[in-house]
Structures are given as C-alpha cells and as structure tokens.
DNA sequence: TAAATAGTGTCTGTAAGACAGTATGTT
DNA sequence: AACATACTGTCTTACAGACACTATTTA
C-alpha cells in the first residue's frame, strides 16, 4: 500500500467485500387488516441482469456511500422514496430487525442486508405523490415505483414466493411485531392522530389475530403514561369516544406484563 | 457490463461498497463479576496503518468472503479464535445484537458492523490452549491473540475509553443483556453445567447488581420447563443442592413477567 | 325508543414478593 | 452443638381477565 496516499488511514481493499443493502418491512393497517408493501423485481425484457425477476420482495436498495451518512439514513432514504411519507416531519417508527448475510442468499454473490422494520398510519396512494411536493422529479420518482409496489395483506405475502431469503426476513418480521405487540405499544404507531381507545384496541385485534378484553385494555393504556387527551372524536356510530395523541411520539411504552400471562 | 460474463448475474461493482466486519461482545460471570473479553488493537510500532493504537476495542473482524458463508459462521469462527472454546461440540448462546453503519465510525471509511452477543461459562485461560487441541499453528493462533486480550469487568469496560464507535456498542450490549434476563433464562448460559438453583440466582443477582427473593427466584425456574434434575451437588459449604441442566440447551426461556413487575 | 358504540365497576385467578420456618450438610 | 447453606410454606399484593353494568350518541 503507498505511503503517500492522502489519507491517514488507507482503507483495507486487499480482499473482497460483500455487497451491502437495507430493505425494510413497511407494515400498515388498513381496512382492519394489516399490511406489508412489497416492489416488484424488473422483468427480463427491462433488465437482464436481475435475478428473481417479476417476484415481489421487500423494498430496499444499495446504501449510497456518497449519499447516505449512515444506515439509518438509507432507510430513511429508501421509506421516503417508496411511500413518499413525509420523513422530515413525521417521524415514523423506525426500528432496526436483524441482519442476514451469507453467500447463498443473492445469486450476484456475497450479499448483507440490514433489516429495518417500520410502522406508519395508512396513506392513500393517491395521496403520496402531493406528498413529496415541490420537484416535479421527485414525485415522478415516487409515482414510477408506485405502479411496481402493492399493499398485501401481511399473512398473503407470507404464503407467496418472494425474491431472496425475503420469505425468510417477512416472517421473522411478522414474528417479532406480534411478539412485540404482547407487551408494547407499537400498534399506536399504525394510527394517524387523533385516535380513539377502542380504535387502538381493533389495531392491537388486527395484529395480534384475537379479541382482547376492553376493560383490561382500557386499564393497560390509560395508567401508563403512553398517551394525552386530545378532545372527543366521532369514531363511527355511537357514542363519541375521547381522542388521544402519544405522549411521546418518538417512542414505545413497554408495559410490566403481556397480554393473557397465563397462556 | 460486459455480455460475455461466466456469472448469470454480474456482480454490481459501479459503486462504492462500505467496509463488512463482524464484532462480538462475549459475556461471562466469575468471582461474581460480569465480564467482557476485550482485545488491544495493535502499537503504532506494530503497524502505522491501524487506527486507534493500544485501546481496546470488541473482538472482531472482517467477513473473509472465501472462508465463511455466512455471517453467523464469521461470529462463530471469530468466537473459537478469541476464547478457545470448543464451538464444535458445545454450542454458546449467540444472538444477534444490532448493526451499526456509518461513514463516520471507522477512519478508513464508510463501515458497517454485524454485531453478535455471546454468553459463555467462564474458561480459564490456561484450559483454553489445551481445548484447540490437534493442529500446532491453531493454539500458536489461540495463545499469540490471548496475549492481547483480557476479560474486564463490563462496568469497568464501559467507563475506559475503547476504539471506533465501541463504547456504545458495548453500552447497548450491557443494556440488551440486563434487560432481556429480567424476564429470560439467559443467565443460565453463564453456568458450567450441572448447576444448582442458589448459583443460577447468584448469576441473576451478578448480572443484574440487585437481590432476588429466593422463594419466588425457585417458584419461576422450577415452574418453567427450563431445567432437568442431574443429581446432588456439594454447591460450597452447607447442605447438598440439587444440579440442574438446561432442558433445552440450543433456546432460552422467556417468562410470563419480569422480576419486580411494580417498580 | 332501539341500536350501536364508549366507558366503568366488581369479582376472581394467577403469580410475584416478603419472610418465617424446616432440612441437611460441614466444622 | 453451632453454623452455613438448601429448600418449603403461608400470607399479601398487584394486576390481568371475565363480564355485567352505565353513559352517550345516531337513526
């Protein structure tokens, strides 16, 4: 290696290195069922250099070196640019899953992947190009991609042939969110503000697949600091219900006990 | 990128990839102290390339793309390297902690760190040459590398300062570890086995810097499927204790609650 | 008023913590 | 016997679940 490279440290390029990606799991609920977005592979008349070709997998890409200063970036990078949600204001719930590398798992060769998985309130379709306003490039960017991406019920996904090890990823996702969900608070981040209590408990339903118990629920939310007041709200038919916002939007609550201890 | 390519699918070498390596932060109880193995990076005298001469740092290294096929077997081989354990026959726990990615953590560029936690009983250093027993060169490797290690006191650890970003991960480690043996078996991977209920809470209490009630520690371990009898144990001074080993020494328990669910 | 949804109150069961008591080993 | 350690039993407390009850809205 020369001395006289303008760096203090050279960096080690005397072996091979994998290649490196983030995807990220989008999860969302809608219409009382939860959701995963998956893109679709480029076909072979588009491009005949990629494997898998017109499978759905999860979205991710390349992290960018000269673009993003850390992984996080990238996935926040990457979830702005396939769901157009407004990553400067809202932040959503971001949270790292896991990591899987091996020399199997990407035909191109020696591949990692940084999994991310993320919650978010439902946002239109139609909404998501006004989202990303302003450059009329970007939102192009957003609308190309979206005729390639779909909502898919998360347990369908699941059941269908993903590109990669994305069935593999998919699952240990879903896993870990319904795990979670037992003694979290994470399904709040799947409602837009303001929400309702007995809203939250159908989110909570949705996810975990069961009925729980409203007067448990009730007792569960309100005596943990997880949530403020913010009004009353017509949920649907009867009565109005009161509104909360989080308390503490950046973050989970974990509560002493999961649902059912007993079970 | 040329047609002619052996591979179906050309490798994406049009941009820049970040550095791969693999640190692990290996866990251990003796004399009633938690521990963590550290290395020593290399003197300036050693090496003028190496960034951070002389601190400490996790035990780590790149993924040797050739070598390993997977990112676990990276951790497992880099395990055996550093402790001298018999990774063939005796399996340590190994989970996956978190990754960390930036442009930023390592002076001789854009790096992204897959790091793992491991529990292991204690191995005293002069037992660990005899265990990487058959190939000459292999224990020449296991006793040259323990020359530059040492097991600290992870409190002690985290108070120096340590190469790269290793501090926080270490931190997170500490916090992953103390969290999830509020309410797992974890601690039972510090033990040899076989092991008896009063070393198995003295573990709990180490981990943890708090007392357990005895009554309710014994209640929640025997009530578990975690344990199966191995006959009578001289545990120290007094009355013979039952040993234990783990019913299921590939998985952790997790219990229905933490310890202390009010506070 | 009936139906639908929101919210409360009471009882019970489960398991953790406190702590006193018993059992069995060594010196 | 004295002591140290291992183990058990009983009482209390905290909280989730079951479920019946009240409250407020719309059609």
Same mark, same amino acid.
Request: hydrophobic share 35%; proline share 7%.
């Given at each position: 290696?020369?001395?006289?490279?303008?760096?203090?440290?050279?960096?080690?390029?005397?072996?091979?290195?994998?290649?490196?990606?983030? $995807?990220?799991?989008?999860?969302? %609920?809608?219409?009382?069922?939860?959701?995963? &977005?998956?893109?679709?592979? #480029? !076909?072979?008349?588009?491009?005949?250099?990629?494997?898998?070709?017109?499978?759905?997998?999860?979205?991710?890409?390349?992290?960018?070196?000269?673009?993003?200063?850390?992984?996080?970036?990238?996935?926040?990078?990457?979830?702005?640019?396939?769901?157009?949600?407004?990553?400067?204001?809202?932040?959503?719930?971001?949270?790292?899953?896991?990591?899987?590398?091996?020399?199997?798992? $990407?035909?191109?060769?020696?591949? %990692?992947?940084?999994?991310?998985?993320?919650? &978010?309130?439902?946002?239109? #379709? !139609?909404?998501?190009?006004?989202?990303?306003?302003?450059?009329?490039?970007?939102?192009?960017?957003?609308?190309?991609?979206?005729?390639?991406?779909?909502?898919?019920?998360?347990?369908?996904?699941?059941?269908?042939?993903?590109?990669?090890?994305?069935?593999?990823?998919?699952?240990?996702?879903?896993?870990?969110?319904?795990?979670?969900?037992?003694?979290?608070?994470?399904?709040?981040?799947?409602?837009?503000?303001?929400?309702?209590?007995?809203?939250?408990?159908?989110?909570?339903?949705?996810?975990?697949?069961?009925?729980?118990?409203?007067?448990?629920?009730?007792?569960?939310?309100?005596?943990?600091?997880?949530?403020?007041?913010?009004?009353?709200?017509?949920?649907?038919?009867?009565?109005?219900?009161?509104?909360?916002?989080?308390?503490?939007?950046?973050?989970?609550?974990?509560?002493?006990?999961?649902?059912?201890?007993?079970?």
């Amino acid at each position: 290696m020369p001395n006289s490279t303008p760096l203090k440290y050279a960096p080690k390029q005397d072996f091979v290195k994998p290649l490196v990606s983030v $995807d990220i799991i989008i999860f969302t %609920v809608v219409d009382d069922t939860l959701k995963v &977005l998956l893109s679709k592979r #480029p !076909s072979l008349s588009e491009s005949k250099d990629e494997p898998f070709p017109e499978l759905y997998c999860l979205p991710g890409g390349y992290v960018h070196v000269g673009m993003d200063m850390s992984l996080h970036d990238t996935a926040v990078r990457k979830l702005q640019e396939k769901t157009g949600y407004d990553t400067a204001n809202v932040a959503p719930y971001l949270e790292q899953l896991a990591f899987w590398g091996s020399a199997e798992r $990407d035909p191109r060769g020696w591949s %990692v992947t940084q999994v991310y998985f993320a919650l &978010l309130p439902f946002i239109k #379709p !139609s909404e998501q190009a006004t989202k990303t306003d302003g450059n009329p490039a970007e939102s192009n960017q957003v609308e190309r991609n979206q005729a390639e991406q779909i909502w898919i019920q998360a347990d369908t996904a699941c059941e269908q042939t993903l590109a990669f090890d994305h069935n593999e990823i998919l699952q240990t996702a879903l896993n870990r969110l319904r795990s979670k969900v037992e003694y979290t608070s994470l399904p709040a981040f799947l409602l837009a503000e303001p929400f309702t209590l007995p809203q939250l408990q159908r989110t909570y339903e949705v996810v975990l697949g069961r009925k729980l118990d409203k007067s448990a629920f009730r007792k569960r939310m309100l005596d943990s600091e997880l949530l403020v007041e913010f009004g009353q709200i017509q949920g649907g038919f009867g009565r109005m219900a009161m509104g909360y916002k989080l308390a503490n939007p950046s973050e989970a609550v974990t509560f002493p006990r999961g649902f059912k201890s007993g079970e």
